[in-house]
């Protein structure tokens, strides 16, 4: 009796040796375009699939998970999960799974990046230069401020939060967190961190930057009372959730200066940022691209392949994130 292969979806362009990899095991339905699905579009294709290879743009909600009847596994090409209601999955016994570890040094990189550009106003320069602006060199042309032994506040001491503070180590800076939980005495020794709450940290930081996942507790962590407690010379560095920030309220501290500076990976209504960002001096803005290393982001295709073939194959998904629903 001929054996019917596993369907599967796969939302949105990935890199091609994960669609080779399924493809081998299962009939692929590949979307591959940039644009992806419409929600309405997703509530039609995920229709008869085992199966869906998601990304961060694809929301699924507890209306839409409550119709995925025969999905085994919602597999997200992402270490966030915040696009997919996790408790209904759970619920409906559907697997979710994330593309944690791979991206952890890489996205560490780009935010480390962001401070850095923001501290030494890199794209003001870049801009000065490339207009034609530069005419002579004086004495505090584009001066800013100094990385090296300054306060790094981390909101999240995750893995990338781990991996921040280990490349503010490198730079001699002090290094406070704040978490929901503190971290392990050893790893505050080894890392040579300092938990403190979380206005200690908004008031005594030179750079502020967060990594934390978007859930109802961390939804506008920073808003405009929190922008008041920080330094007029501070930093925020924002590769976690664009709502972990509320947006309005950093454009007006950005533009009356009640903060020094701003580098954005992320924001609220993406693809869109607050106009009230766009013409701001002050920030330096970059289109979700945190992880986005060329090994990084393949790592991350192949993983959602893996987590997904894993799941239709009756093993347990490596990164099983509702890990209530394996016994
Ligand atoms: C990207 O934002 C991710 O969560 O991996």
Not at 133 to 147: E, F, P, R
Not at 192 to 211: I, N, P, W
């Amino acid at each position: 009796m001929a054996h019917t292969r596993a369907k599967i979806l796969v939302t949105k362009r990935v890199f091609p040796e994960a669609i080779a990899f399924l493809e081998q095991r299962y009939e692929v339905d590949y979307v591959a375009t940039d644009e992806g699905l419409s929600s309405d579009q997703l509530s039609q294709r995920v229709r008869g699939v085992q199966a869906i290879v998601s990304q961060l743009t694809d929301k699924f909600n507890a209306g839409l998970i409550d119709t995925l009847d025969g999905v085994k596994v919602i597999s997200n090409v992402a270490v966030g999960f915040d696009n997919i209601d996790i408790a209904a999955a759970t619920q409906k016994g559907i697997f979710a799974t994330n593309t944690p570890d791979v991206l952890t040094e890489t996205t560490a990189d780009f935010a480390f990046s962001l401070l850095m550009a923001a501290a030494r106003r890199v794209v003001e320069g870049h801009q000065f230069v490339h207009s034609g602006q530069w005419k002579q060199w004086t004495i505090d042309l584009l001066a800013g401020q100094d990385i090296f032994g300054q306060t790094l506040g981390i909101f999240g001491m995750g893995r990338i939060g781990q991996a921040v503070a280990r490349r503010g180590r490198g730079f001699s800076m002090r290094l406070i967190y704040h978490d929901a939980q503190r971290a392990p005495a050893e790893l505050e020794k080894e890392l040579g961190l300092e938990f403190v709450s979380k206005d200690e940290l908004l008031r005594s930081a030179d750079f502020v930057s967060l990594h934390v996942p978007l859930l109802e507790s961390t939804r506008k962590l920073i808003g405009a009372p929190e922008l008041a407690m920080m330094k007029p010379s501070a930093i925020l560095v924002n590769t976690a959730r664009g709502p972990v920030v509320d947006e309005a309220a950093l454009a007006r501290a950005l533009a009356q200066g009640q903060i020094a500076s701003a580098g954005l990976d992320v924001f609220e209504r993406e693809p869109e940022v607050h106009p009230g960002l766009l013409h701001l001096r002050n920030v330096v803005l970059a289109p979700h691209i945190a992880s986005a290393s060329v090994e990084t982001r393949r790592k991350m295709s192949m993983m959602a392949a893996e987590n997904a073939a894993a799941a239709l194959e009756g093993r347990r998904p490596p990164n099983l994130i509702n890990s209530a629903l394996w016994r």
